[in-house]
């Protein structure tokens, strides 16, 4: 058959439009087929992360802490600030437009490396010929030597909770409100739940969280995650484990409300809200993307089956992202989107899921990298923990930002730094320091021998690296026994 091109790409989010200009940069014939359009039927690259899920989440997280900053911690700098208000629609306008100069860098950057744009949406048929299908209904198939599913994901919605716009909300409804809602309802407390929670929570909300499981932050080593809920209640933000929710309706009126019922531990209850959010999670978006006979297997719960490299099993058709197993985060989906182009090229490109660094942006920052202690404990791996908590920080204290730790876990026998927990100011970028010392099989002791800046945030991993061995030197070491 004729082929149109190299690489066809179905999606343009983080491991779409990431892959496609590697392909490009690599001398591919490549294009990106993207079914998101504006208002003017213009192509919108970037998919959910750039759109309406990491960057518009972090653009309100970052306003909404200046705001509570100012209301709340600018007395102890000696700042007086007279008269604070929050205006809604310019910080929501704000986020749009942050939005807006990233999507349109995606365009410019296609453009640059001579990558394609298609609009429309793709579905894989067989012998990897993709179909094209544009707003107006119009259709063409375009043949490539390699296809990459890179479709993402969407909310999972729940049956006890219909969505109804501007009242019920899933995680996109929720970074368009023009007001504060006096009481804000949140079904999940997940990664996304604690985001958009911390952001009307600072702004004046009264919020409620409602977890379906006993346990806070399951997948987070626990000790970080009881960390996190004493902070979190004393930010007012009023998280509840074991409410299952059963069913809600809206009340009609000026202002409508929903009425939202949920069983614990003490029977039925219910509560009102202002607004609801629904966020329990997301799911792998595979609508029409594939066709009967194109050979591409999913498994049970939707997912895309690939092995260890993102091949699919038929031969030149890959997937990566949300559509496939693993943590659902833009870097693994755009280092998935990387590798597959490499191998395709003809290199020798592997990826390391056991060193995916995970954030929570709420304030402190909640980041890890590698196993938790509970994992450890389950594997049977003996090890040693050092923490150094925030307090004990210089930096932090001078800050007024020094709530949490720095949590390291190494092995007993090697040394070999195993895991590190951080809830604190800016763990995302600690975090990644980490990540690239274990990248290299560092130990503890290699991080304890390191010169770091000071005074400086980072000093806190330094010391944690310290800890392992029982010689950190700005607090207490545990007696060894």
Not at 70 to 94: N, Q, S, T, Y
Not at 217 to 240: G, H, N, S, Y
Request: with cysteine; charged share 20%; aromatic share 4%.
């Amino acid at each position: 058959m004729s082929v149109d091109y190299d690489v066809v790409v179905i999606g343009a989010g983080p491991g779409g439009y990431v892959a496609a200009i590697k392909a490009a940069q690599l001398g591919m014939k490549t294009a990106c087929v993207e079914k998101w359009i504006d208002e003017a039927s213009k192509p919108v690259y970037g998919g959910t992360c750039l759109n309406v899920g990491c960057i518009p989440s972090k653009a309100l997280l970052d306003s909404s802490h200046k705001y509570a900053e100012a209301a709340h911690g600018f007395d102890v700098h000696g700042i007086k600030v007279a008269k604070l208000e929050i205006d809604v629609p310019a910080m929501i306008a704000r986020k749009a437009k942050v939005v807006k100069q990233l999507t349109g860098g995606i365009a410019g950057l296609f453009k640059a490396n001579g990558v394609t744009g298609i609009s429309g949406k793709g579905r894989l048929l067989k012998d990897r010929k993709v179909e094209v299908t544009a707003a107006d209904g119009s259709k063409q198939v375009i043949n490539a030597h390699h296809v990459i599913l890179a479709a993402g994901s969407v909310p999972i919605e729940i049956p006890p909770t219909p969505l109804v716009p501007g009242v019920v909300v899933d995680s996109t409804g929720a970074l368009e409100f023009q007001e504060i809602p006096k009481r804000l309802g949140i079904i999940g407390a997940g990664v996304i739940g604690l985001e958009l929670g911390s952001v009307w929570s600072r702004l004046g909300s009264e919020v409620v969280v409602l977890e379906a499981s006993e346990h806070f932050l399951a997948a987070v080593d626990q000790q970080i995650a009881k960390e996190a809920a004493k902070i979190f209640a004393k930010q007012r933000l009023d998280i509840r484990l074991g409410a299952k929710v059963t069913g809600s309706k809206v009340k009609d009126g000026a202002a409508p409300q929903v009425v939202v019922q949920f069983t614990d531990k003490e029977g039925a209850k219910e509560e009102i809200f202002d607004k609801l959010i629904v966020c329990v999670g997301r799911k792998p978006y595979t609508v029409d993307l594939l066709s009967d006979d194109c050979g591409v297997q999913k498994d049970e719960r939707g997912f895309i089956k690939v092995d260890g490299h993102c091949g699919t099993g038929v031969p030149g058709v890959y997937a990566v992202g949300d559509l496939v197993r693993g943590p659902m985060l833009a870097h693994k989906a755009s280092e998935e989107g990387v590798m597959v182009v490499e191998n395709i090229a003809g290199h020798k490109a592997s990826m390391n899921y056991d060193l995916v660094p995970a954030v929570i942006y709420t304030h402190p920052e909640i980041a890890s990298v590698g196993k938790t202690e509970e994992q450890l404990k389950t594997a049977g791996i003996e090890y040693k923990v050092g923490i150094f908590p925030f307090v004990a920080s210089g930096r932090a204290l001078a800050a007024n930002d020094s709530d949490g730790m720095v949590k390291m876990l190494a092995d007993a026998r090697t040394d070999r730094i195993l895991g590190c927990h951080i809830i604190g100011p800016s763990a995302a970028d600690l975090v990644q320091q980490v990540a690239i010392a274990m990248e290299f099989s560092s130990s503890a002791e290699d991080l304890a021998m390191m010169v770091f800046s000071h005074p400086a945030l980072s000093e806190a991993v330094h010391e944690a690296a310290l800890a392992v061995g029982g010689h950190a030197i700005h607090i207490a070491n545990r007696k060894k026994k």
